[in-house]
């Protein structure tokens, strides 16, 4: 609900434009208005406000102590809807607009290569599409969907499993002279970190009965993505979700460096609030993915 002491966004506009020409006439200029009506915008703000946002010195604005309090959340505001209309106005034609909040290598190696089918069953249906590390809390974020590991039951959401995660060791070629490598051997190599899972090659060596108080000597990233371009620049192996790696695998950019692999117990999945099962796009979608998953 707008109170009487809200500012108009003709007068934040008003207001914003003369703190920056220092003149009610240039002011009026740049938004195309007469100086009377920039004239009548600040006069009327101020009257709102209570306060008086410019010394008027001769023909120049200048601010006083509230106008230069006022000016950078009055450009914060005006910023916000400037934003908020070319993301609507990106949506083009589109009748139907999915929020999706995805685990950023997940949607640069998997899910994003996989749109381009789902624009053909579904051209309607286009994406708002965030990065995410943790669970939405979908009472308070207003995301249909997201694509995360499963780690326990969220409230207020439901679950689909996607896919296991199956990690695996993979490397440059140059690293990797003579194929896969024992386990042992793998610990002698630069071992990539990854910052957010700090027990992934822990739990590896200790899953292959092996002491692992040697295995944190590799550089660290926070993402798997970052981890990934490092073993393709031969920085050292990485331990990484098998899902992320087929492409890689394919053009020789990496290679296999051990014959094992380790499934975890927070397998991929999509996690989504009751709401939005009663968005048809969300249904195609859901539909789409999990029959893609399998």
Same mark, same amino acid.
């Given at each position: ?40 915008? *600040? ?5 709102? *406000? ?125 690293? *990797? ?102 968005? #048809? ?9 999990? #029959?893609?998953?399998?």
């Amino acid at each position: 609900m707008r109170h009487a002491y809200t500012p108009s966004l003709p007068e934040l506009q008003a207001f914003v434009q003369a703190a920056r020409t220092g003149t009610a006439t240039r002011a009026a200029a740049a938004l195309g208005l007469t100086q009377s009506a920039i004239s009548r915008a *600040l006069n009327s703000l101020e009257a709102r *406000l209570g306060v008086a946002l410019f010394h008027r010195i001769r023909k120049r604005l200048v601010l006083s102590d509230a106008g230069r309090a006022l000016l950078p959340e009055a450009e914060r505001v005006l910023a916000d809807l400037d934003r908020a209309a070319l993301t609507v106005m990106s949506f083009g034609g589109h009748r139907d607009v999915l929020r999706l909040a995805v685990l950023p290598t997940f949607s640069a190696l998997w899910l994003i290569p996989r749109l381009a089918g789902f624009a053909l069953r579904a051209p309607q249906v286009t994406f708002d599409m965030t990065a995410t590390l943790a669970p939405l809390d979908f009472e308070r974020d207003p995301r249909d969907v997201a694509i995360i590991r499963a780690q326990g039951p969220l409230r207020g959401a439901q679950m689909d499993v996607l896919a296991a995660e199956r990690l695996v060791v993979v490397g440059a070629p140059a690293l *990797l002279p003579d194929g896969v490598l024992a386990d042992a051997d793998l610990a002698r190599l630069p071992l990539l970190q990854q910052a957010t899972r700090p027990n992934l090659w822990l739990n590896w060596f200790l899953d292959a009965g092996l002491d692992p108080i040697t295995i944190l000597r590799g550089a660290r990233f926070e993402q798997f993505g970052m981890v990934l371009a490092a073993a393709r620049a031969g920085l050292g192996l990485a331990l990484v979700p098998d899902l992320f790696v087929g492409g890689d695998l394919a053009t020789g950019a990496l290679r296999l460096a051990s014959t094992r692999s380790m499934t975890t117990d927070t397998p991929y999945a999509l996690t989504y609030p009751a709401r939005s099962m009663d968005i #048809a796009a969300f249904r195609t979608f859901r539909d789409w993915v999990l #029959a893609d998953a399998t």
